[in-house]
């Protein structure tokens, strides 16, 4: 069996540039990485030994293929510089036009370039159209890529397959981007498409949906819509992304176990989109209020078992189920960070089905 050792030691450059490679994120936090192992800092802290972690015996062979090839190409230096948000840009619209042409291969769509609500968009349809019940819904995908990046192919990954295999249309948001436009410039966004879509949607069948930044923003975006007393959506679903600040294990063991330091404590807050957050804004991180929580539509939450988000996205499913909401949780042992953007993986197309199933489930239930 091959094992995967815990790194405790590395060149600060070389570990960023490992993580940035390795995980192919959408929503990296390459900032966040710890360059140094953690100290021992208080009683409650387990210093970690160095030692091999296998692979999960879980996953499928075409995903443990795909994590040795990611090991691969990080250990050859490849990966954006995670300093340079044009070089980051750069790398990443390659990585998501790779990404975008195999999930076309297996999931046909139609696909439009449009505005609504003033903001550009991608309108995604099954290649046959959007049939019976499905011609009276719609899915909002907002894309992952760390506020900073997505934009394009990066979100017509996380749509066309969805598009395809739900039977329903998807509109996929290019919110616009930080730096150049940080919180809550997205949330505005996503609030005007919101909009306009109720003119044509009953709000019980519109579902909304986001991996990674786009699963943050979903939940923010969410709050946005409670917060100013519009219709609520159906149903929602957060990937690999949460209404909250990440910590927990996950931030370090989730971390460890894809080879990579674990994540510096502030948890996200100094993302470029959210350093015009305030810490207490329900909108930005609306985990923390119970009162809104308790409004939230029916939640699916979906990541990979080596995610370092999963700590905080279990927690906010918690929070829900606490509030009275229904909300499920599903984890795929051995995979990584917004592991689905890879189509041909077994785990993704499983991904896809139960996404298909949940949103299926909830939007227009009232209405029946």
């Known amino acids: ?6 790194i405790r030691h590395a060149r600060p450059v070389a570990m960023r540039r490992l993580a940035a490679g390795l995980l192919a994120l959408p929503f990296p936090l390459l900032a966040m990485a710890q360059e140094t192992p953690v100290a021992v800092a208080s009683p409650e802290t387990v210093a970690l030994p160095a030692t091999p972690l296998p692979y ?6 075409e995903a443990r293929a795909q994590f040795e090839r990611m090991l691969a190409e990080t250990r050859e230096g490849k990966g954006p510089n995670p300093a340079d948000v044009a070089d980051q840009r750069r790398f990443y619209q390659r990585y998501n036009d790779d990404r975008l042409a195999e999930a076309e291969r297996r999931y046909p769509a139609k696909v439009e370039a449009t505005r609504i609500g003033g903001v550009p968009v991608h309108v995604v349809d099954p290649q046959a159209g959007a049939q019976g019940a499905n011609a ?13 990046w997505g934009s394009g192919s990066g979100a017509l990954v996380e749509a066309v397959p969805i598009a395809a295999v739900s039977g329903i249309r998807v509109v996929t948001v290019d919110y616009r981007l930080a730096p150049e436009h940080p919180y809550p410039a997205a949330v ?3 609030e ?10 009953p709000a019980g069948n519109i579902g909304i949906y986001g991996c990674s930044a786009g699963g943050m923003l979903t939940a923010q975006a969410t709050a946005r819509i409670l917060e100013r007393d519009l219709p609520r959506p159906g149903a929602v679903g957060n990937f690999c992304g949460t209404g909250l600040l990440f910590g927990g294990d996950s931030a370090t063991l989730g971390q460890l176990a894809v080879g990579v330091p674990p994540l510096q404590s502030d948890g996200g807050a100094s993302l470029p989109y959210l350093r015009t957050a305030k810490a207490d ?13 308790a409004k939230f539509p029916p939640t699916l939450f979906l990541a990979g078992g080596r995610d370092f988000a999963v700590s905080a996205l279990s927690t906010m499913q918690r929070r829900l189920l606490a509030a009275g909401v229904e ?3 599903v984890l795929f042992d051995g995979l990584w960070h917004a592991f689905f953007v890879y189509p041909d993986l077994p785990e993704s197309q499983e991904a896809y089905r139960v996404i298909a199933r949940f949103f299926d489930r909830h939007l227009g239930r009232e209405s029946r």
Not at 1 to 6: H, N, S, V
Not at 56 to 61: E, K, L, T, V
Not at 136 to 148: E, T, Y
Not at 281 to 293: C, I, K, W
């Open 1 to 6: 069996m091959r094992t995967i050792p815990l």
């Open 56 to 61: 999960s015996d879980f996953a499928s062979p």
């Open 136 to 148: 009276r819904r719609v899915l909002i995908n907002l894309h992952g890529g760390a506020f900073m």
């Open 188 to 190: 505005d966004d996503v």
């Open 192 to 201: 005007a498409v919101y909009r306009e879509l109720l003119k044509q949607y």
């Open 281 to 293: 804004d329900p909108v930005a991180y609306p985990g923390q209020s119970p009162e809104l929580l």
């Open 327 to 329: 909300a499920d949780l």
